[in-house]
């Protein structure tokens, strides 16, 4: 006899049971992210297959920050374009592959969410076999017109309805939030539907990790150096040294620190004096992580401040993200305000542009 579960509750259910927390919920939050989570299933099994298939490698495209795509991150992006262009559910799209606001066709209707996605993140590890992701993030529509607008994407973090990211790694992984805690589920791929296997996820204390690219030490700035001895247990009251992990893919780096403990950092810089933001994307990847660590019980900054209260001012804002338990996010605050005034100074002019001047 074959041993029986104790409950089988997948993603849908699961979906459907927080819809009921909401009287007034019409149902399409909750289509949306299950056709997300279809999405997820169909790019893990594209991910898989990759190698076989010979999909991998990069394709002539180059996305709007001049960086070759590789053949995978165009499938993806299509795949959750062509899951969610006909639904009327939402009223526009942006993914970090494309330069402008993605419209509904206008063969189509639309909706009263606006979905903003990075399809494949971490996608330059796909060629060496290692795990990489897919973030989403979904705000109300606010303006009044039909169609969506700048101005229903360039909405700050504490405004999201829902967030997460899939995670294709040994196993599939989904992991959400609507604001009532954050929950993940793993694809059981014999039958094709992601289970609950992790609920009500909090990050543990104490963290454990630290993740982030300490090749390029050498540009950071004296507070972030400061802070990563401290994470150390080298500057300050010298505690026990957290272990340094680093893959080069958020998703897989903050997954790790989301269910061990641990903070992820990718700083900004003073490399090129006038750019001073790091590498990260407030709305495709930052806001939506910010979102999943805040309802986790840890916390994001930007090394200033809550990245879930940063007015966006630009559809490809960067942003730099300290993301994972609250102290040390909070110490890396401290090292900051104390040692990097010039950085400070640099970071604000960019961050605190008026989107209405550029614009949006
Ligand atoms: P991508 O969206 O182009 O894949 O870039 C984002 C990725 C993150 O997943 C990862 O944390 C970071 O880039 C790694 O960058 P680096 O190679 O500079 O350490
Ligand atoms: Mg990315």
């Given at each position: ?14 979906i ?6 909401h ?17 997820g ?44 262009d006909?639904?009327?559910?939402l ?7 494309h ?8 063969s ?6 606006v ?17 990489v992701?897919t ?6 529509k606010i ?7 700048l101005?229903?994407v360039l909405?700050?973090g504490r405004s999201?309805?829902?967030?997460g990211y ?17 929950h ?9 539907e ?6 009500n996820?909090?990050i543990?204390?104490?963290?454990l ?36 992990r680093?893959i080069?893919?958020m998703i ?23 750019k ?7 709305l495709f990847?930052?806001q ?6 805040q309802q986790?019980?840890?916390?994001a900054?930007?090394?200033?401040g ?9 559809l ?7 993301i ?7 110490m ?8 990097d005034?010039?950085?400070i ?5 960019y ?10």
């Amino acid at each position: 006899m074959l041993p029986m579960p104790k409950t089988l509750y997948t993603i849908e259910r699961h979906i459907l049971d927080q819809e009921r927390k909401h009287p007034g919920a019409t149902g399409e939050l909750t289509r949306l992210l299950y056709d997300m989570a279809l999405a997820g299933k169909i790019i893990a099994d594209a991910t898989t297959r990759a190698g076989l298939v010979n999909i991998l490698g990069a394709t002539e495209s180059i996305n709007s920050y001049g960086e070759t795509q590789k053949k995978l991150d165009v499938f993806a992006d299509d795949i959750i374009f062509k899951m969610n262009d006909h639904t009327e559910r939402l009223c526009a799209m942006a993914s970090e592959e494309h330069e402008d606001l993605i419209d509904i066709p206008t063969s189509f209707g639309t909706g009263k969410y606006v979905l903003l996605y990075d399809p494949l993140d971490g996608s330059s590890n796909i060629d060496v076999n290692v795990a990489v992701g897919t973030i989403f993030a979904i705000h109300r529509k606010i303006t009044h017109g039909e169609r969506g607008t700048l101005t229903d994407v360039l909405q700050k973090g504490r405004s999201l309805v829902a967030a997460g990211y899939m995670f294709y790694g040994p196993s599939t992984m989904m992991i959400y939030t609507t604001g009532q805690g954050v929950h993940g589920f793993t694809l059981d791929a014999s039958i094709g539907e992601f289970i609950l296997t992790h609920p009500n996820i909090r990050i543990p204390e104490p963290p454990l990790y630290y993740s982030a690219n300490q090749g390029y030490e050498k540009y950071w700035t004296a507070g972030v150096r400061r802070f990563c001895k401290w994470l150390q247990g080298i500057d300050g009251e010298g505690h026990t040294p957290l272990s340094q992990r680093y893959i080069g893919s958020m998703i897989a780096d903050f997954h790790r620190n989301l269910i061990e403990g641990g903070v992820f950092f990718y700083p900004g810089d003073m490399k090129v004096p006038d750019k001073p933001y790091g590498k990260l994307r407030l709305l495709f990847e930052a806001q939506a992580l910010a979102f999943i660590a805040q309802q986790a019980g840890g916390y994001a900054s930007d090394g200033l401040g809550d990245i879930l209260d940063i007015q966006p001012h630009q559809l490809h804002q960067r942003v730099p993200v300290f993301i994972g338990n609250r102290a040390p996010v909070e110490m890396a605050e401290q090292f900051i305000a104390e040692c990097d005034k010039d950085w400070i100074k640099a970071y604000r002019e960019y961050r605190d542009r008026d989107p209405v001047l550029l614009g949006a």
